[in-house]
T-cell receptor, first 111, second 114 residues
Framework: RKEVEQDPGPFNVPEGATVAFNCTYS??????FFWYRQDCRKEPKLLMS???SGNEDGRFTAQLNRASQYISLLIRDSKLSDSATYLC????????????FGRGTSLIVHP | DVKVTQSSRYLVKRTGEKVFLECVQD?????MFWYRQDPGLGLRLIYF???????EKGDIPEGYSVSREKKERFSLILESASTNQTSMYLC?????????????FGPGTRLTVL
């Protein structure tokens, strides 16, 4: 399985800021993409899937760029509660259904 | 809601002990996974199973074995625990072999091997 790379951060932003993370993947045949959120000392939980056309869920927008092989996550109007580690996950391809996790990007939102 | 439970949140064992970590999911999922998570290394796949009695090695299977006798239960076994196996162990499940399926994680077991 191929690599998934993320900037570990931390990204340190004030409340109300807009912040964006990118994640690059090396397997061009990958078919599915996700962002997971992991709070300190908790398990990862699905934040959102990433579709080819891009998708938005409230303050969160995810986009896929297949040509450059990266996905992005944009968080608008950051809240203190957004502080967490964001994991990029790339699904399998070519019959493999094992997702590959990035190492995560740490976000700290301060007052 | 899918629920994935793990037998212990915290576990302390001694070097050389045999350790069993249990994971149970209640949503009739086909796939189950064991990961370990270490600072700076992210989630690394140890073993996974796509059916009862079926198992496949992940990226770091050395020193571990698994058992899946029932669909809902996936056990991770450390035959002879070593200090380098001190880690957070996370179990996950997903519905089917479709790669678009979401993984659901248990709360994790923080294992310390002395």
């Amino acid at each position: 399985r191929k690599e998934v790379e993320q900037d570990p951060g931390p990204f340190n932003v004030p409340e109300g800021a807009t912040v964006a993370f990118n994640c690059t993947y090396s397997n061009s045949a990958s078919q599915s993409f996700f962002w997971y959120r992991q709070d300190c000392r908790k398990e990862p939980k699905l934040l959102m899937s990433v579709y080819s056309s891009g998708n938005e869920d409230g303050r969160f927008t995810a986009q896929l760029n297949r040509a450059s092989q990266y996905i992005s996550l944009l968080i608008r109007d950051s809240k203190l509660s957004d502080s967490a580690t964001y994991l990029c996950v790339v699904g399998g391809s070519g019959g493999s259904y094992i997702p590959t996790f990035g190492r995560g990007t740490s976000l700290i939102v301060h007052p | 809601d899918v629920k994935v439970t793990q037998s212990s949140r915290y576990l302390v064992k001694r070097t050389g002990e045999k350790v069993f970590l249990e994971c149970v999911q209640d949503m009739d999922h086909e796939n189950m996974f064991w990961y370990r998570q270490d600072p700076g290394l992210g989630l690394r796949l140890i073993y996974f199973s796509y059916d009862v009695k079926m198992k496949e090695k992940g990226d770091i299977p050395e020193g571990y074995s698994v058992s899946r006798e029932k669909k809902e239960r996936f056990s991770l076994i450390l035959e002879s625990a070593s200090t380098n196996q001190t880690s957070m162990y996370l179990c996950a499940s997903s519905r089917s072999i479709q790669d678009t399926d979401t993984q659901y994680f248990g709360p994790g077991t923080r294992l310390t091997v002395l």
